[in-house]
């Protein structure tokens, strides 16, 4: 097409105003209609052109057809898009070295917290290192297990070990425990096993902790904190090569002064459920 003076003027861009009038978007029919002093000429679908202003055109509508046929090839686009974004496999997340989390035993000082560093079924919480909750003295030979009661009725695990946590500021008493579960059945672990815990008097030096979450005062334990009961207490007879026998209350650790201490409650005053919590933590220890 010639235009002033010989020139084509063929423009890429899409739909915009110019000097008056609009170019029409790649793909549109239309017609060039001359004005005073303009020429002009037909130019084929998918071309542009910047008219004198003078000049006038009109657009042809384009075809349903081929607009339905856009439209559908945009969604198809955008659709593909979106699931090619969403079945890209996510970057893995770098783990974090064991020596760098917070609070953590080192590898290789006792086998048996390695072990349970390792146990999907166990989670870590470790307490920071403090004079009134997590000293980080040594153990020596394990010769027990302790079981206790929270005695904070409808707390959760989480709750529990952040008081024994915030020990270290209030400096409220001395407490703590190597293992509390939650009323849901998680076990959290808040002192490794090879350092003393502030719960058990005079036993703390020679055995391992576990509080028990409870809902109400009765001191009565939900279905998924007795069978995490058992199976961690199970677990750490076999490591320790100890036996259902070994397994005591905390009333059971008499104090000085000959006084005992009733916990946890419930145990203590249903003696037939405490001998069959011992039963079941037997038993488990017996399946392969």
């Known amino acids: ?46 071309g542009y052109v910047v008219a004198p202003e003078a000049a006038g055109f009109r657009l ?35 783990e974090q070295p064991y020596e760098d989390l917070p609070n953590y035993p080192p590898r290789g000082r006792s086998a048996i917290q390695d072990q349970l560093n390792d146990l999907d079924w166990v989670d870590q919480d470790f307490l920071p290192v403090n004079d009134f909750s997590r000293r980080g003295t040594l153990l020596g030979d394990i010769n ?19 008081y024994f946590a915030n020990l270290a500021d209030t400096q409220l008493t001395y407490a703590s425990s190597n293992f509390i579960i939650c009323l849901d059945g998680r076990i959290v672990q808040c002192v ?23 809902p109400d005062e009765t001191g009565e334990f939900t279905e998924e904190t007795y ?12 490591q320790y090569g100890l036996s259902a026998g070994d397994v005591i ?30 039963t079941a933590v037997a038993e488990l220890q017996l399946v392969p």
């Not at 005695?151 to 070990?161: E, F, I, K, S, Y």
Request: proline share 6%; net charge negative; aromatic share 10%.
């Open 144 to 162: 027990g297990v302790v079981i206790h009661f929270i005695g904070n009725p409808n707390t959760t695990a989480q709750q529990n070990r952040n």
């Open 60 to 94: 042809k509508k384009m075809p349903l057809v081929a607009l339905i046929a856009v439209i559908a090839l945009s969604v198809s686009v955008i659709v593909f898009a979106l699931f090619w974004e969403a079945a890209q496999p996510e970057e893995p997340v770098a």
């Open 192 to 214: 490794p096993v090879d350092e003393i815990a502030y719960a058990s008097n005079h036993r703390n030096d020679d055995t391992i902790s576990i509080e028990l979450c409870h």
């Open 1 to 46: 097409m010639e235009f002033d003076g010989g020139r084509s003027n063929h423009v890429n861009a899409p739909e915009l105003e110019r000097d008056g009038f609009v170019i029409p978007e790649a793909g549109a029919d239309w017609v060039y209609e001359p004005g005073d002093g303009a020429h002009g000429a037909y130019m084929p679908q998918g």
């Open 249 to 278: 209350r905390h009333f059971d650790v008499v104090r000085s002064d000959g006084s005992q201490k009733g916990c946890p409650i419930f145990f203590v005053e249903n003696e037939d459920a405490w001998e069959a919590f011992k």
């Open 227 to 238: 069978a995490s009961a058992v199976r961690l207490t199970a677990w750490l007879c076999e």
